[in-house]
């Protein structure tokens, strides 16, 4: 084996690591925003045209690919006007896609708490917000928390296919030292190799944050 092609390129390659983590923490952050607003309202009695909007999300994304979504977003909304940078058509597809995710996380987990902490709250006259922040996200978290951070080890690994957007992230950064060196076997090793360690990363934080917070 001869792995010169990818000592010579480091930088190139951290650099592109760099980028598929600021991709994938950006797009997580947004997904979560996305997944617990209509996760929470989802797990409340809501009207029916609402609900069923946000249905019809969840289905739409959790039931086609995220190549397709993310083709669809640069390459096919530019045809009615609606154009995105490479960048802001793969946030917006990821977070679109794992917010349907994270969304029945999150509404599993509210759904997972007792029905009599919700009176008890309002017996005490607890606001709705009051009682979601002080009863049942903090409840719920300990039950999302674990399939949460398997989300995000999701999002760094799916940010791949963003590759196709001409993003210079760490998959096209090995295809393009490829092309340029011919030595696939290296170079796709270092790229699992690269993943591997971003996600056990993710792994480890998740435990630590389970310890920490004793749950």
């Excluded at 289905?59 to 690919?65: K, Q």
């Excluded at 940078?85 to 995710?101: E, M, R, V």
């Excluded at 300990?142 to 590759?163: E, F, G, Q």
């Amino acid at each position: 084996m001869n792995f010169s092609a990818v000592i010579s390129n480091t930088g190139f390659l951290l650099e592109a690591s760099w980028l598929t983590i600021y991709l994938s923490f950006i797009s997580f952050a947004v997904a979560l925003a996305i997944g617990i607003i209509v996760g929470t309202l989802r797990s409340f009695r809501i009207p029916f045209v609402l609900d069923k909007l946000f249905v019809v999300y969840v289905e739409i994304f959790r039931g086609t690919p995220l190549l397709i979504q993310l083709f669809f977003i640069y390459y096919g909304l530019p045809q009615v006007g609606i154009a995105f940078s490479s960048h802001q058509a793969a946030i917006l597809g990821l977070s679109l896609n794992f917010g349907a995710y994270i969304s029945e996380i999150v509404r599993s987990g509210m759904s997972a708490i007792d029905q009599g902490q919700h009176e008890a709250a309002k017996s005490l006259g607890m606001t709705t917000y009051t009682m979601l922040f002080y009863i049942l996200y903090p409840q719920a978290l300990r039950i999302m928390l674990p399939p949460l951070t398997n989300t995000y080890a999701a999002i760094l690994k799916d940010s791949s296919l963003v590759s196709v957007l001409s993003i210079t992230e760490l998959t096209r950064a090995g295809q393009l030292i490829y092309v340029r060196t011919y030595e696939p076997f290296e170079i796709y090793l270092t790229l699992g190799v690269c993943y591997f360690m971003m996600t056990y990363c993710v792994t480890l934080v998740s435990k630590y944050l389970e310890k920490t917070l004793h749950f």
